[in-house]
């Protein structure tokens, strides 16, 4: 079946370095993406969404890219900080359903 | 303004057993939706409730039910506990139409012995 996958389960990165989070999906119909980020112990926290009319969004300090070509979506983080350290996830949603489907996720580890 | 706020936050039930986890959403939100977190993985959509109906199921068995009140608060109980059951459960809520994000609880974890 269609579904939400990341290319790598863990990523080390310097502090100060960029971020780059990777995620394919395979679902066609999906138009609605975002990222979330969680913490040991907490829910998932929203980073940043995109939908499939735009290939790019900002927010502060991290980019979205979306590219419906290749059905891959990434998440890019500037300037790492150690508060950065999470798991990642990204999401989509099929304009006829309400369910967030989520991918396995991408570990973060900032070291100093 | 409070968030998404669930309770209780960490449960033991034994197999067999029934468990009620409940939630209140995000002030200014109408729709809850709640999901399964297995260790190590992703969230699994449960199901989603609006208007105090449920609007969208994933694929969970009928043990799986829940309930939205006037408040727009909401419940899940899980009957006939299974081992296989133990996971953390997430609430989220969000304004009911469009896509918006949801917003996340920290979630109740429940263990089944």
């Known amino acids: 079946g269609e579904s939400v996958g990341l290319h790598l389960p863990t990523l080390s990165v310097q502090e100060g370095d960029n971020s780059i989070i990777n995620c394919a999906y395979s679902n066609s119909a999906s138009d609605y993406f975002i990222w979330y980020k969680q913490e040991s112990g907490k829910g998932p926290q929203f980073i940043i969404d995109?939908?499939?009319?735009?290939d790019k969004r900002q927010g502060q300090r991290v980019t979205v890219l979306l590219n419906k070509t290749v059905k891959h979506l990434s998440l890019q983080i500037a300037a790492t900080q150690p508060g950065d350290s999470a798991v990642y996830f990204c999401?989509?949603?099929?304009?006829?359903?309400?369910?967030?489907?989520f991918g396995k996720g991408t570990s973060l580890l900032v070291t100093p | 303004d409070a968030g998404v706020t669930q309770s209780p936050t960490h449960l033991i039930k034994t197999r067999g057993q029934q468990v009620t986890l409940r939630c209140s959403p995000k002030s200014g939100h109408d729709t809850v939706s709640w999901y399964q977190q297995a260790l190590g993985q992703g969230p699994q959509f449960i199901f989603q409730?609006?208007?105090?109906?449920?609007?969208q199921r994933g694929n969970f068995p009928d043990r799986f039910s829940g309930h939205q009140f006037p408040n727009y608060s909401s419940e899940l109980n899980v009957n006939a506990l299974l081992l296989g059951d133990s996971a953390l459960y997430l609430c989220?809520?969000?304004?009911?139409?469009?896509?918006?994000?949801?917003?996340f609880g920290n979630g109740t974890r429940l263990t089944v012995t």
């Open positions: 409730y609006y208007e105090e109906e449920e609007r």
């Open positions: 999401a989509e949603n099929m304009n006829s359903g309400y369910a967030l489907n």
């Open positions: 995109i939908r499939s009319n735009m």
């Open positions: 989220a809520s969000s304004p009911g139409q469009g896509h918006s994000p949801l917003h």
